[in-house]
């Protein structure tokens, strides 16, 4: 439920507390996004992707057998109309945020497109992107959009094979219960990944970069230095 202000918010969760019920507040969760001036896009593309051997990597599988692979990106969505994603995007109708349309995870804000778009120039035509949009219109993400989704996830027959989160916060409400959902991804032979965070500090005091289950990616500049923003291990 949406409150106007802490004070209904906090009578309700005592309200629902003292009837037995599990109940966390909220957390609202930041995308990790370093914008570029459009000036700056198509060269730090470039660089980027050549650093992490891309081109090489793609290269090498092209005469190679490979199984099917899909990557669930939990984002703001996929702009799926974007020639890059034709034939790559499984399906566009999940969308647990509460923005946009029902059962259409088109993109409003950018990130998630941007996020899918590295993953289709980074990978064969055998990787497959399933767009969850559980972000709103603002870019920001619900922790209660994206129980929705794990939920979806969990219970789902074809569950994909793995799970991308470039998202993150230091102030999360319901830290078992996040915890939990993230055991039982793992334990359903998912692997995720998150992105460390943007706030130059350690990304164990960012979720869901913190968490075991999870595999953690921090940036890297073109000098192939920590980015100066980037979180960072111990």
């Known amino acids: ?37 459009s000036s700056e896009e198509t060269d ?9 051997g891309v081109d090489k990597a ?13 990557v669930a990106v939990l984002d703001t969505g996929v702009d799926y109309t974007h020639e890059l994603f034709s034939d790559r995007v499984s399906r566009t109708d999940l969308n647990f945020s509460n923005s946009g349309n029902e059962n259409d995870c ?20 055998t990787v497959t ?5 559980v972000g709103e219109d603002n870019g920001d993400l619900l922790f209660s959009s994206m129980i929705l989704a ?19 916060t230091s102030t999360l409400f319901g830290y078992e219960l996040y915890s939990e959902y993230y055991d039982e991804l793992y334990d359903a032979g998912i692997i995720m990944i998150s992105a460390a965070g943007n706030a130059n500090t350690l990304a164990e005091q960012n979720a869901p970069a913190c968490f075991d289950s999870v595999l953690t990616v921090a940036s890297s500049d073109i000098n192939n230095k920590k980015s100066s923003f980037s979180n960072f291990g111990n």
């Open 1 to 37: 439920d949406l409150f106007e202000d802490y004070e209904s918010a906090k009578a309700a969760y005592d309200s629902y507390k003292s009837k037995g019920y599990i109940v966390e507040f909220d957390s609202i969760i930041k995308n990790n996004f370093d914008e570029v001036s």
């Open 44 to 52: 730090v593309t470039m660089w980027a992707y050549e650093r992490v």
């Open 58 to 70: 793609l290269e090498y599988l092209s005469d190679k057998k490979l199984n099917n692979v899909t």
């Open 106 to 125: 088109m993109d409003t804000d950018g990130h998630g497109t941007n996020v899918a778009g590295i993953v289709a120039l980074s990978t064969p035509n």
């Open 129 to 133: 992107i399933e767009p969850y949009r």
């Open 150 to 168: 794990y939920e979806y996830i969990l219970n789902s027959n074809n569950k994909p094979d793995i799970l991308n989160m470039s998202y993150g």
